[in-house]
T-cell receptor, first 113, second 113 residues
Framework: EADIYQTPRYLVIGTGKKITLECSQTMGHDKMYWYQQDPGMELHLIHY???????EKGDLSSESTVSRIRTEHFPLTLESARPSHTSQYLCASSQDRENTEAFFGQGTRLTVV | GEDVEQSLFLSVREGDSSVINCTYT??????LYWYKQEPGAGLQLLTY?????DMKQDQRLTVLLNKKDKHLSLRIADTQTGDSAIYFCAENESGGGADGLTFGKGTHLIIQP
């Protein structure tokens, strides 16, 4: 079983609030990712990181930001939540080698009202 | 660019075999993956196949790869109600890459009693 955790599992929050979605992994993986999964279930990469102090934008533009101060943590922040941010957010990590099997967390389902 | 295509739905009777198909465009793909997502959960890696292999079998799962046609399939023998989930095909390029895997849109497997 993968050792990657996301909190909270579910979050309902009002418009304009600042939120941080937590993601932690204990596998020592350098690479970490955030995916947004829309109602049609398609996965979109929104952020990724090569390692500490590395953050990059993914394929889908997102108003969220990420940080990577420690290898284990890759939090995602929305400064001012809006209903359009309502989605499922999935965090993943992988080793830095050719077979980049990604391990996923359970996801955070965010609802902005 | 990279593209991974899957049918959105597949309905099978309990006890029958399920075959989920996937096509990809990136000829440099090294590893191809099948992930399973149950309702409200993250993605779980089911199996993967290296691009120089034609077939891989693991208990009830059989993966077939036709590299010439860029076609990947997942066969689930003796489909059970617990197999009901969304199945994602994914690929990564040779040498990996910090932007991780490219996913298909997922195939919803529906089991009829």
């Amino acid at each position: 079983e993968a050792d990657i955790y996301q909190t909270p599992r579910y979050l309902v929050i009002g418009t304009g609030k600042k939120i941080t979605l937590e993601c932690s992994q204990t596998m020592g993986h350098d690479k970490m990712y955030w995916y947004q999964q829309d109602p049609g279930m398609e996965l979109h990469l929104i952020h990724y990181s090569y390692g500490v102090n590395s953050t990059e934008k993914g394929d889908l533009s997102s108003e969220s930001t990420v940080s990577r101060i420690r290898t284990e943590h890759f939090p995602l922040t929305l400064e001012s939540a809006r209903p359009s941010h309502t989605s499922q957010y999935l965090c993943a990590s992988s080793q830095d080698r050719e077979n980049t099997e990604a391990f996923f967390g359970q996801g955070t389902r965010l609802t902005v009202v | 660019g990279e593209d991974v295509e899957q049918s959105l739905f597949l309905s099978v009777r309990e006890g029958d075999s399920s075959v989920i198909n996937c096509t990809y465009t990136d000829s440099s793909s090294t590893y191809l993956y099948w992930y399973k997502q149950e309702p409200g959960a993250g993605l779980q890696l089911l199996t993967y196949i290296f691009s120089n292999m034609d077939m891989k079998q693991d208990q009830r799962l059989t993966v077939l790869l036709n590299k010439k046609d860029k076609h990947l399939s997942l066969r689930i023998a003796d489909t059970q109600t617990g197999d009901s989930a969304i199945y994602f095909c994914a690929e990564n390029e040779s040498g990996g890459g910090a932007d991780g895997l490219t996913f298909g849109k997922g195939t919803h497997l529906i089991i009829q009693p």
